[in-house]
């Protein structure tokens, strides 16, 4: 059974910083495409962050440029999210997904598998 399942998240001041990881099992993790989402309440889900199964290509929401970081271990079957100078508007539940699509793409219709989800919340 295939099981992504996050941790990490959890409540910081803005301009503060998380690290959220993504543990896989039940698939062949080193052949996904490893994203993030996340979702506020009252809004659709959207794209914050995506690696290739090789790591050669990596795609990122305007919103998080320059502050987030996506990376993934392929030894550790892990993905993770690095976010700095977090922002209220941050606030929400993040998904990792795993898409069998080589391509980073931005639209949750290519994505397979997805995790549970975990709270972050950035106060002002």
């Known amino acids: 059974q295939v099981q992504l399942v996050e941790s990490g998240g959890g409540k910081v001041e803005a301009g503060g910083s998380l690290r959220l990881s993504c543990a896989a099992s039940?698939?062949?993790?080193?052949?996904?495409?490893m994203a993030w989402f996340r979702q506020a309440p009252g809004k659709e889900r959207e794209f914050v962050s995506a690696?290739?199964?090789?790591?050669?290509?990596?795609s990122l929401a305007d919103s998080v440029k320059g502050r987030f970081t996506i990376s993934r271990d392929n030894a550790k079957n892990t993905a993770y999210l690095q976010m700095n100078s977090l922002k209220p508007e941050d606030t929400a539940v993040y998904y990792c997904?795993?898409?069998?699509?080589?391509?980073?793409?931005?639209?949750?219709?290519?994505?397979?598998?997805w995790g549970q989800g975990t709270q972050v919340t950035v106060s002002s």
């Open positions: 039940g698939l062949t993790f080193s052949r996904y495409t």
């Open positions: 690696v290739s199964s090789n790591a050669g290509s990596t």
């Open positions: 997904a795993a898409s069998q699509y080589a391509y980073a793409y931005r639209n949750t219709r290519y994505y397979d598998y």
